[in-house]
């Protein structure tokens, strides 16, 4: 018995190690709405997350570890959002959480992982309650909703449309894309037509409609989900609107065209990732390639976006090394400022943690088919 101590002690404290690492593998936590109006948000952006990280583990994994990912269903709902995540930290012992979807979700879970101090890689949101003040515990990797509604007032003002409408949910989303609209056009000394508004998960659009169509304006750009999108676009177009609408990129542009089959034609959308059906762009080739050996051609921005997640996060482990911790994790992300990662450029600093400010416009053509 002597001797056992003995040599416990000569050996030293045992390293502890760090929550959801092992030497094999790597578990990290996605909370998302996989079922409910929302569902293919949360869907598609698993969709391409796990494709890369399928892909990694098919290689080897991030230094032998494999990256497990665990989902819990948030169904776009705030204080579900927040469960999960305590779940994820307390029960299931993450090491990282990735590819959340959501405003009022994520932003409800913030105050938890921050206080836990663990990091989230890529939430689906545009919102500047994740980005100013920079959070050491969040990294966005794709543009805000200022970045793309300037782009949208941008592209209609120049084309000679002034009369410009918000259709918005009403919630930390709806509010941050208002927001941002309202500081495009006051660059421009205007003023928003009509707002219209939406309960989330809900598609009671009757007000708004009644709201923004009698202002008969010249575009409408559209902050929700695509279910109550797609009720607002049929219902304005049955009391004749001709105007043009415009959306952010979250409301999730495959689940919108097939919702809105035929009524879709016309209906912009503004992208912060490129193009999926090109594969001159190397990321997208990448995307392309690796989800059809995974048996899927079902392209589209928002498994696009998960892709690109996924990507920034095994970078991220890579950069960490074999001791892994989640404030290595936070370095070395940190440290990955003005990383190609196929013609898509991130960009984090330990004073910027916004990775990208890519934005491009898209709409939907015939067939529920997009267009550049």
């Given at each position: 018995m002597l001797c056992a101590t003995l040599a416990i002690a000569l050996a030293g404290p045992a390293q502890a190690?760090?929550?959801?690492?092992?030497?094999?593998?790597i578990l990290l936590g996605q909370s998302a709405a996989f079922s409910g109006p929302a569902a293919q948000l949360g869907i598609q952006m698993n969709l391409g997350t796990k494709a890369y990280f399928d892909h990694v583990n098919s290689q080897g994994g991030v230094f032998g570890r494999k990256i497990e990912l665990r989902t819990r269903d948030d169904r776009y709902e705030a204080n579900l959002c927040v469960e999960n995540t305590k779940k994820f930290i307390e029960e299931d012992k993450v090491f990282a959480l990735v590819s959340y979807v959501g405003t009022p979700t994520t932003a409800a879970a913030m105050?938890?992982?921050?206080?836990?101090?663990?990091?989230?890689?890529?939430?689906?949101?545009?919102?500047?309650?994740?980005?100013?003040?920079?959070?050491?515990?969040?990294?966005?990797?794709?543009?805000?909703?200022?970045?793309?509604?300037?782009?949208?007032?941008?592209?209609?003002?120049?084309?000679?449309?002034?009369?410009?409408?918000?259709?918005y949910q009403d919630d930390a989303y709806g509010q941050a894309g208002l927001k941002g609209?309202?500081?495009?056009?006051g660059k421009r000394n205007m003023k928003i037509a009509a707002p219209g508004k939406v309960e989330r998960n809900t598609v009671k659009v009757q007000d708004a409609v009644k709201a923004i169509h009698a202002t008969q304006p010249d575009g409408v750009i559209m902050i929700s989900a695509y279910t109550s999108i797609a009720e607002f676009v049929r219902v304005m177009k049955a009391a004749g609107s001709t105007t043009q609408f415009h959306n952010v990129s979250f409301v999730g542009s495959k689940a919108l065209a097939d919702a809105l089959k035929d009524e879709g034609y016309g209906v912009a959308i503004s992208q912060v990732v490129p193009f999926p059906w090109s594969p001159s762009i190397p990321i997208v080739k990448e995307y392309q390639d690796v989800l059809g050996k995974?048996?899927?051609?079902?392209?589209?921005?928002?498994?696009?976006?998960?892709?690109?997640?996924?990507?920034?996060?095994?970078?991220?482990?890579?950069?960490?090394?074999?001791?892994?911790?989640?404030?290595?994790?936070?370095?070395?992300?940190?440290?990955?400022?003005?990383v190609d990662i196929g013609e898509f450029?991130?960009?984090?600093?330990?004073?910027?943690?916004?990775?990208?400010?890519?934005?491009?416009?898209?709409m939907i053509g015939r067939s529920g088919k997009f267009i550049k």
């Open positions: 190690q760090s929550p959801g690492v092992t030497s094999k593998s105050p938890t992982f921050t206080e836990a101090k663990v990091p989230l890689v890529g939430p689906f949101t545009g919102a500047e309650v994740l980005r100013n003040p920079v959070n050491r515990y969040i990294f966005n990797v794709r543009a805000s909703y200022y970045d793309e509604t300037e782009k949208i007032v941008e592209q209609l003002v120049s084309t000679g449309n002034r009369k410009i409408a918000v259709f609209v309202e500081i495009a056009m995974a048996g899927s051609k079902d392209f589209n921005f928002s498994s696009l976006e998960g892709y690109i997640v996924a990507k920034v996060m095994v970078e991220g482990l890579k950069r960490s090394g074999k001791d892994l911790t989640r404030e290595k994790l936070v370095s070395a992300l940190e440290s990955m400022n003005g450029t991130v960009n984090f600093s330990p004073t910027n943690h916004s990775g990208s400010k890519f934005v491009d416009l898209t």
